[in-house]
Every structure is written in C-alpha cells, then in structure tokens.
C-alpha cells in the first residue's frame, strides 16, 4: 500500500527515507525558517520519529491516551532500538493519517487492547533503522567503518579513537545518507528500557492541571454548546420554541441539530441554563415502551427460540441428558454506561477551506471522515487533533458528540465546543449489551463434565457497526470467551440469539468478555461444587491442556494461599479467563456485612501477556480493570423504563470509592509466549471471582449482576 | 450586573457572570483555568475539588457569590512547599492514569495533609470520597502515605 502522507510541520525541513523497512524517519532541525513545505513523502510513511539538532527525540504516538500508558509504553519501544537518552524524549499525538492506522484495524483507532501489541515490531524497527542511520552519519563524519561504531544514550560512539557524537550533531549528514538495509532487532535480553518500571511520561502534567483533554481545549471566539436529546432512544423533536432560552444572559444562539436541540453561549453554565429554559415537545418513537420487563420477556422468548450455532463438538445436549448429574442455570447481566470521568465533548472549527476538530477521539479517522462529510472536504483538509482522553473504555471510539461538535460549528459558522452533562453522559450512551445466558451441564458418576451448553442472548455491537460481520443471525463477538470456554469437556453447545431492544449499545471495557467471564466462570464453579471438588484442583484438572490458563491460575491461587485458613467471616473465590490474548486469574477474598453489603478485601491477579514493555504500567491496568469489574459487579445497573435511561449521575449509579477498594496485587508470568494485550483482560474475571467467593463464604450464588445486596 | 470579584491563586479577577454560577465554570470559561475538571456538577465525583479559605470544596456545586472574598486555590496555584510534595509524591507512585480527576484528588489530598500530617488508612478513606475511574486508589493512598513519610 502507498499513501502520500504530507508534513506540514513548520520546523520541519527534510525529511530523509529508510525505504527499507517501509519506515520513513523525519528530520528536522530547530531555528530554520518557518513555513518550508516538506516533499510530499510516499511509500508507505511510518512517521513516529523526529530527531532535533537540539538532541530531542519527538515520538508522534499513533494511539489514544486514555490511561492505559500508550504515550510512555510507544516511546519505550522506540527508544530502545534508537539507544536513545530517555530524557530527552517528547511526545505529540498523531493527526489523523493512514500512516498511524492501527494495524490490527485498517484503520486509525485505539481499542481492543491492541495499541502495545500492533506497535511492538514497527516501533523498535522505527528505532532500529533511525539508529544505523545516525550511526552511518558518525562513521561518515569521522571516516571510520560504521562497524565499529556503535549508539548509547542519545549519542554514537567510536571507541578505537575515543570519539562520541550527540544524535543531534548527525543529523544533518544522515540527512544526506541513502537508508540502510533491514536492521535486526535487539535480543530481548539486551533490552535496557523495554521490560523495565520506567516512569510515565504524562505524569508531570497530569500533577499540576497542565494536560490538556478534550474539554479543557480553548480556541479563539469559541461557543459553547449544550444539546437538548431526546429523552427516549430514537426519539424526534417535534416542536420547540427557544425565546424563553434566548432571554438567558449568556446564550447566543439555539439551533436544531440531527440530534437535537443546540443551545449556544459564552460558556457552559449559561448553555445549561438555556436548555433549562427550553420548551420542547418530542415524538418518542418506537421506543416508548421498551422497560426493563419488556426486555427481560424479550430476552425469555429468545432463549428458547432459535439461534445461531457459535460452538458445536460432539453432542452436548445428548450428553447432558444422559449425565448422571444435570447442571441447569439463568445468567443475567444489565445494561452498563462506560462513565469516563471526562464527559463527551468535542471543539470543531467548521470552515469553507477546511475543519478543525479537537477531541478526545479513539477513532481519529473516523473523525476526519465525519468531518469531511458535514464540512463538504476532501479529508485531507480535516484536521484531527487529539487531545488527552479523561477515560475511554470504548465510549470514545463512537462519534456523535464529533458530529454534534461539527454541526453546531457549521451552523453558527465559528468554532463550538460541545459539552455534555453527566446526565446526558449516562443517559444517552452506547451500553454494555444487557444479556441472558441460558446454560446446562452434565456431570458423570465421579463429577466430570461429560457436556456443557450455552445460549447467549444479547444485542449486537457489530450489527451496528460493522454489519457485514454478522453472517447467518452470528455476531462472533456476542459469544467471546464463550466459544473459548477452555475447560476439557468432550461435548460443547454454543449459540446465540441476537435481540434488538432498542437500546443503542457498543463497545465498554473487554465488551462482551465482560459478561461472558462472569458466566462461564460462575457456572464452572457451580460444577465444581456439584462434583464436590475445590472449585481451584476441579478448574485445573481440566486446564491441564491448556498451558497459559494453567499457569497463571496456579501462580494466582498460589499467592492467594488459596487452600489456606481465612479469617472468619471470609471467602474466597477463584476465576481464570482469557480475553485480547492474555490470560489472567483473580482470587477474591470477600466479606459479607449483616445487612448484606459485600466488600471485597484483596484480589490477587496473575497475568500472563507474554513480553512485557512496562510492568509498573501491566500493573495498574490490572488494578484499573479490576476496579472497573468490580465497580459493575457490585453496582453497575442502567435501568429502562418508558423507553428513557432511569440513572443520571454517579449518585444512582455509584462508583466504587477509595473506602471500598480492594488490596490488589498483581503478579506477572514471566513469558516469552505471543503477545496479548492489559487494557482490558483484567475485567472479564472480578465479578466471577467476587460471586464464587460469596457463594463459598455464604452458599448463595449470584446469578444476576450487579450483586447488590446479599441477604 | 456589576463584575464579581474573585481571590484566585493569589490575585484579584473580576468575572462577569451571574451569581448562580458555580465557581468551577468561572475558573475555567472566564479565567481559562482548565486543570480544575467537571465531573458530576453535582459534587458527587470530587474532580472539581479546589480550596476556598484553605479548605477542599467541591466548586461544581459552590457558586461565585457563595465564594465571595474568599481566597481560592487551585491545581495551578499550589505553590507552599507542603503543596508541591503532594505533587513530588504522586510523581513518584506515578499515580494517575488518564488523569482527570488527579486535580481533585491532589486538591482533597493536600487539604487532607494540611490537617493531618499523618493519615491513617482509615482517614484517608474519610477524607477521600473523589472517584477515579482508572482506579488508581491504592497508588493515590500510597503517595498520600510517602507525604507524611518527607517524601
């Protein structure tokens, strides 16, 4: 594939090509003069890099930062190859650009746990190639076989004669060097930054209220916009009347936007206050009617319906029929709205030469399609300036509040930045499908499983988004981690029904391993017990096929002491999952208070993603996706009723707080095994392994989320 | 309606905004100070944590008259030197991750230290009721606890 990509940078100016690679590593030198334009580049540009006569080393990081460490883990990977001074490295957000497309996507986006792993290889050959270039420019400089040179901390080394070049004095000869052939990466075990607990690049701004997000973006003669939506999915405005919104001091101007009803002002506070003051009459729509117990009948008649075969060996419904034990269960599990403490916002600057949108994006060039599309643009004329994201786990790879942004900044003709309340945040969303799951098991005389069925019914992200997807009723996502259940059982029925209930859903935190991890991993624990076996010895004798599960269960109830004496009035409980290529197991230890509050005291997590680049960071997104589990396991609930979301703010859907939070320890498998991602597996087994743990402490098993209360 | 002066970071600004707006929009919309973040607007989340008089206030639910003459600080203006270890240890736990509500916590966490120099687990969990949603709190209580230990 060859894409033109063109450099517009001011300071930049030349570029030199590794062709080799497929690389193209920029150059550039500080103080020129500004305004040069850059020759359009093309032969497939990865343009991550640019070294500066100053000895700075700019990393363009292609994903979103949302937490998750992509800004610090990319630049390790590149600087490790380049034998780069780690601090002298920048970082700058990517525009938008196929250059930066995620790989695993085909396009430019940040999900799916895949930003470490899609840039793993490309990064360090970025900096590979770029090292034996300036390397090549050293031996030039001094007329010595590049041989004997080598690169170590932001500057080349000739050895024989004592002689040591910073990067930034070689600049302007690698300039001038044709590229070098394809570069061997560094064996693992010489790597000096890659698998070390090196600091986060954005935490000093992050300390002192320098970064900026999305909603903190200020741009000259902005307006601020707040959006009146219709209360009811899918609903429409039938009538407004804005004079009592326009008398507001403050509000400049209300429009009527595909989504709604604009008030634009000075700033937020008065936009608020004009849609305060708006008289809107809707038409619900088909919607109206849809509730909690419309969707719960609904989801009752698909589970006995038919449905799309996801897993079939040998027959399971035939065994489970013969089973000396039969197992049967209902799973279910809510609605759940993402919450990212940044609420959507997004500034656009619509203009007849071309758009500017400043957002907290996931999907980069999906807003520079959005944005050429309502601008009237060639895409190459939208600029997308990712800003820090407060948040994402999914939320930010939809688009609507870009194309609110969009639509208000083309009708009042100036910039706008869209922002949106909290309520609006958790009541106009793109959920956790709510599912049903309807499972059986049989058991022979010693307590083995002889088969094991699993109807998921939920509705479906991909029929939304990427319709072509689905083939003959079949959304693979809906049954993730279902269709893997892992344990050795010789008889396995997988299916799903999708059911449409009118509630826009996408994609949150390990999408719909979410669900499916708390129900395989529940019921496999109810087998346990059927068998009368340790919940722990029952899963790892059926894992004995399956290495990576294995390991990290062993290594994660071996920390726990699982099998050990609690202190009374505790349990314990065990989950191990799979999800984004990794594997990870939990024990929880939790306690049951007299009027049934549960709170969980400690998760020990092991992990196992292969090679890691940042184990400090592999070690907070455990925690922060246990917490995320947990604060759904526990609380998480969006409840419908007359076709309208019944939460609005985190006081009727809760967050788990510091005074609830578990002690997490998190241990890491040593692994040079393929790759997986640590944004998201550390979800899909907290809630399995918070219920086990209550039905080993109190013998009640939850089968619905969230727990609530255990009485 | 006459501009209502505001005490913010040590200096006097006059902003023209009706009473009932909440001191967190008029940091932000009218002074440009964006490190205070709006989170709930209903002082559930805390990220709009600020001191008004030295103590932590949630500014989302605090309007401009009810400031008033007060003295008000925010993530910018933390200058004493008790102020800055709070940010030298969150550096050091490398606490935030997306770091949005990490104003608001530091805020509610200088406030607290400021009181008690030496938190127990137990205070802490009184004292810190902000929501992060990266879950970032045992690496909020561990640089709360390296403040009291000097760093």
């Not at chain 1, 060859?2 to 690679?21: G, H, K, L, N, Y």
Request: charge should be neutral; proline fraction near 5%.
């Amino acid at each position: 594939m060859s894409i033109p990509t063109r450099f517009t940078r001011r300071d930049f100016v030349a570029t030199a090509s590794v062709a080799s690679a497929g690389l193209v590593v920029a150059f550039y030198l500080e103080g020129c003069a500004p305004g040069e334009a850059l020759p359009v580049v093309t032969a497939k540009p990865n343009a991550w890099l640019r070294i500066g006569s100053d000895d700075s080393v700019l990393i363009v990081v292609g994903f979103s930062e949302m937490g998750q460490g992509v800004a610090t883990m990319l630049p390790m990977l590149v600087a490790e190859e380049l034998e780069a001074d780690w601090s002298k490295i920048r970082i700058e957000f990517a525009p938008a650009d196929a250059a930066y497309n995620n790989p695993l996507f085909g396009f430019q986006g940040t999900g799916g746990s895949s930003s470490t792993r899609a840039a793993f290889t490309p990064l360090r050959e970025a900096g590979a190639s770029a090292r034996e270039l300036l390397i090549a420019a050293a031996a030039k400089d001094w007329n010595v076989p590049a041989s004997e040179c080598h690169a170590e901390k932001g500057s080349v080394v000739h050895a024989a004669s004592n002689r040591r070049a910073r990067f930034g004095a070689l600049v302007a000869t690698a300039m001038t060097l044709p590229a070098p052939a394809k570069v061997p990466l560094k064996d693992p075990k010489d790597w000096t930054i890659v698998g070390t607990r090196t600091a986060r690049l954005d935490t000093p701004l992050k300390v002192n209220g320098a970064a900026i997000f999305g909603i903190d973006v200020r741009v000259p003669n902005l307006s601020v916009a707040v959006v009146a939506r219709s209360p009811v999915f899918g609903g429409t405005v039938a009538k407004f009347d804005a004079s009592r919104a326009m008398a507001v001091r403050g509000v400049k101007k209300v429009i009527q936007i595909s989504s709604g009803i604009a008030v634009v002002a000075d700033g937020y506070w008065p936009a608020r206050k004009g849609r305060e003051a708006l008289d809107i009459a809707w038409t619900e729509g088909k919607n109206a009617n849809v509730s909690d117990a419309s969707i719960a009948a609904l989801f009752a008649s698909k589970a006995k319906g038919p449905a799309a075969r996801a897993r079939h060996d040998g027959d399971a419904a035939g065994a489970v029929g013969r089973a000396a034990t039969k197992l049967e269960a209902a799973y279910d599990a809510p609605f759940l709205a993402h919450a990212t403490m940044e609420p959507q916002n997004c500034t656009a600057h619509v203009r007849a030469d071309g758009v500017d949108i400043w957002a907290p994006t996931q999907f980069q060039t999906g807003a520079q399609g959005l944005g050429a599309a309502i601008g009237g643009v060639t895409p190459d004329k939208v600029k997308v300036h990712t800003t820090y994201l407060g948040g994402g786990f999914g939320r930010r790879f939809e688009m609507d509040f870009i194309q609110e942004a969009l639509e208000i900044s083309k009708a009042i003709g100036g910039p706008a930045k869209v922002v949106w309340s909290r309520e609006d945040d958790i009541q106009h969303e793109y959920y956790r499908p709510a599912s049903h799951h309807r499972l059986t098991a049989g058991l022979d005389a010693t307590g083995q499983p002889t088969g094991w069925t699993h109807r998921v019914v939920a509705p479906s992200i991909m029929a939304r988004v990427f319709p072509q997807t689905v083939q003959n009723g079949l959304d693979t996502e809906t049954v993730e981690g279902a269709v893997e259940m892992p344990y050795a059982i010789p008889n396995v029925h997988v299916d799903y029904a999708m059911a449409d209930t009118g509630i826009p859903v996408g994609f949150w935190r390990s999408v719909n391993h979410s669900y499916n991890g708390f129900v395989v991993e529940s019921f496999i624990d109810e087998l346990a017990h059927a068998a009368g076996e340790d919940p722990y010895e029952y899963r790892r004798a059926l894992l004995a096929k399956a290495p990576r599960h294995l390991r990290v269960l062993e290594l994660a109830a071996e920390k726990a002491g699982w099998g050990t004496p609690l202190a009374a009035g505790r349990g314990r409980g065990i989950a191990v999952y799979k999800a984004f290529e990794s594997f990870v197991a939990e024990v929880a230890e939790v306690s049951v208070a007299s009027g049934g509050a549960v709170h969980v005291h400690r998760v020990v997590c092991a992990i196992d993603c292969g090679p890691v680049v940042n184990p400090a960071i592999v070690e907070a997104q455990m925690q922060s996706g246990i917490v995320y589990g947990l604060t759904a396991a526990l609380y998480g609930r969006i409840s419908i009723d007359k076709g309208r979301v019944v939460e609005g703010n985190f006081d009727d859907y809760p967050m788990l707080r510091m005074s609830e939070m578990p002690l997490v320890e998190t241990h890491i498998v040593p692994s040079t095994d393929s790759q997986g991602g640590v944004g998201e597996p550390g979800t899909p087994p907290v809630a399995a392994a918070v219920c086990n743990a209550i039905f080993a402490l109190t013998g009640k098993r939850i089968r619905a989320l969230p727990i609530g209360k255990v009485v | 309606m006459a501009p209502i002066s505001l005490q913010v970071n040590g200096t006097s600004h006059q902003v023209d905004v009706d009473d009932d707006t909440p001191l967190l929009w008029a940091l932000r919309d009218n002074l440009g100070l964006t490190g205070t973040k709006f989170g709930c607007g209903i002082g559930a989340c805390g990220a709009c944590t600020v001191h008004v008089d030295g103590v932590a206030t949630r500014s989302c639910v605090t309007s401009v008259a009810q400031v008033g003459v007060k003295k008000v600080t925010t993530i910018e203006g933390l200058t004493s030197r008790r102020e800055r270890a709070v940010q030298q240890a969150w550096i050091a736990e490398d606490v935030p991750q997306c770091g949005y509500c990490q104003s608001g916590q530091i805020m509610a966490a200088a406030a607290l230290l400021k009181e008690n120099k030496d938190p127990s687990d137990a205070d802490i969990d009184a004292a810190m009721t902000n929501i992060c949603r990266c879950g970032t709190y045992q690496a909020i209580r561990a640089a709360i606890h390296r403040v009291a230990r000097g760093g």
